[in-house]
């Protein structure tokens, strides 16, 4: 008799057991430690976010994304040949995108499904991709799970490789969208749109360009991406660095060469422990001589466990099996009759509580992590985060941590204060001198903001940021009354989601209904009505600053580093589902909502 067993069935990656850090906080589960414990570790959180606001009192401001003069050339474009020149585009399309990364490409795909034909990228890199076109650093990868992230895999009948995609998968799908959707055709690449204006006599937005072309366009969506320019913290003397450097978004490979080996004789400093840094940092300790990482802050990095998806799954899976993802996501979990009678008995100060309690023993799990895996004690301390989950951006790397186990890897703890100096030789902490070759700032990108190095006029001449003076106004964060066939995507007041493709699509689908219906019914124009700009705007206020959570957190961009703000000024704090579901309620009355011409 053979004893050869049967392999064992592989692990369904969509299907395997949760990643402990992925874990929901349930309201309904009590936790069992005295509230002492809890209230002492809020303390000591509380006590790391105002060690950094004494430091910064600025907030915002302490970041520069002006990026020229002596900054300019953190902003060149490592992955693209300078641009040869061209003519100047004067024609008309119907619909014209201002970027070409995800939300132009998930929306264009529903724009073509209804017909349309007239459709034109304008698009500041070298190719289609956005994010995933700009950010080529070693290790890029997406922590969401690919089967959710990447957009429109029903159309493109693709099934990702693992569980989570890397980059160069992402910009690959990316640039598939363009090709199966035609989007290539009349795209205009190495391209910045500067002005968009919008001409009521023709009823046409035009819009300039810094290579000089006057296009038009009947719509125009600015899908300029949420985190899309460049950002540098403004620190002394920077300019004066005599090594090379760059920003993480625009890694370059041409110093570096592909393999990293360019690195091998050098000693490389980063800036900045955010999401980008924790991939690039575990990849650079390999190749480089010496790393030294200049932490203000750590991240909070959990268990990534990537595993390669189940041909057998994916050959089984029904058309339409990722649109069921995103409803059942949008959903949310399902609770029993019981459990809803449960949390609507629950105080809400006593819901608050539990989920603070959770969170923090979720943070602690984390620091167990660090203790675990780096070998040093006072490094495994500094790399502690002291804030809330998801104050910050979470992580999810499984050579991060151990990165600091090397002989050659440097942590360089501020301890909140952050790296204030560099000299022609380097950075400077506490008076030491860090001598560097290659400095890489991955300090991060503008949030959310709509006109990114464009100026948008609408009716009366008004240009977007003048009408938003006194806070913000829209309808769902995408139209804005007075700028006729404008379309907002990825900007404020919008819902904002962990998994950005899902509400981005909400997004696409909704631009191309209204597209499709001033279309049909034989309009040129649609504009958000007045009153149901004013009931947004509301809805807006009414769901945000429900709990102190955001003003509790460490500084960072989903705070807006501690400052206070409108709460008009932000993201909408209603559920997905809400968002959803209100966007669904307005289309059934499009004539009450909008002013159609
Ligand atoms: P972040 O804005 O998240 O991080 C910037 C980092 O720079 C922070 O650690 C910040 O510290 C630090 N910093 C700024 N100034 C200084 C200074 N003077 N000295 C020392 N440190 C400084 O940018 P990222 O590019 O990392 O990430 C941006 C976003 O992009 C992420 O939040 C995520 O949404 C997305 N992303 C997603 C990825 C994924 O899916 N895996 C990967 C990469 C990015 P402090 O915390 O104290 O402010």
Known sequence: ???????????????????????????????????????????????????RLSYRPEGRSQYTSDLTGDLARYEIDPHAEAPESRDPITDTVECLFIG?????????????????????IVERGGDVGGTWYWNRYPGVACDVSAYDYLPLLDEMNYVPGSFYAKGPEIFA?????????????????????????????????????????????????????????????????????????????????????????????????????????VQIIPRVAKAAKELYVFQRTPSAIDIRDDTATDPQWAAGLQPGWQRERREKH?????????????????????????QENQNIEHMMRIHRRVEEIVQDKATAEALKPWY??????????????????????????????????????????????????????????????????????????????EKYADGMRTVFGIHSQGYPNLFIMGGYQASFQFNLTFMLQTQGDHIADCIQYV????????DAAPETEQWWVDEVIRNRGKTNRNKECTPGYYNFEGESNRRQDGNYNGSFLQYYTHMTEVKKEMERHFRFG
């Open 100 to 120: 070409g990364g995800f939300s132009a490409l998930l929306t264009a795909a529903r724009l073509r499904e209804r017909g349309v034909q007239s459709i034109r």
């Open 330 to 354: 949008m959903r949310g979990p399902i609770l029993t009759e019981q459990q809803k009678i449960d949390l609507a008995n629950l105080p809400r100060e006593e819901k608050i509580r539990r």
């Open 388 to 465: 809330m989950h998801r104050c910050k951006r979470p992580c999810y790397d499984d050579e991060y941590l151990p990165a600091f186990n090397r002989p050659n890897v440097h942590l360089v703890d501020t301890n909140g204060r952050g790296i204030t100096e560099v000299n022609k030789n380097g950075p400077v902490f506490d008076g030491r001198e860090y001598p560097l070759d290659v400095l890489i700032y991955a300090t991060g990108f503008e949030v959310q903001v709509t006109g990114i190095y464009n100026e948008i006029r609408g009716e009366n001449g008004l240009e977007l940021n």
């Open 173 to 277: 799908h990316c640039q598939a969208i363009a090709r199966r959707y035609d989007l290539y055709d009349l795209a205009v690449f190495q391209t910045t749109v500067t002005s968009t204006t919008w001409d009521a006599k023709a009823k046409l937005w035009r819009i300039g360009t810094d290579r000089g072309d006057m296009m038009s366009a009947r719509f125009v969506i600015c899908a300029n991406g949420t985190l899309s320019k460049p950002k540098l913290s403004k620190i002394d003397g920077m300019e004066r660095f005599e090594g090379y450097s760059f920003h993480s978004s625009r890694f370059d490979y041409n110093y570096t060469n592909d393999d990293l080996s360019g690195l091998q004789d050098k000693v490389i400093g980063i800036i900045g422990t955010g999401a980008s840094a």
């Open 519 to 526: 279309r049909e019914h034989g309009f040129t124009t649609i």
């Open 1 to 51: 008799m053979s004893d050869t067993k049967e392999p064992a069935p592989p692990v369904r990656a969509a299907d395997r057991p949760p990643v402990p850090g992925r874990v929901l906080f349930d309201p309904l589960r009590p936790v069992d430690k005295p509230q002492d414990y809890y209230d002492r570790i809020k303390q000591k959180f509380a006590e790391a976010r105002d060690l």
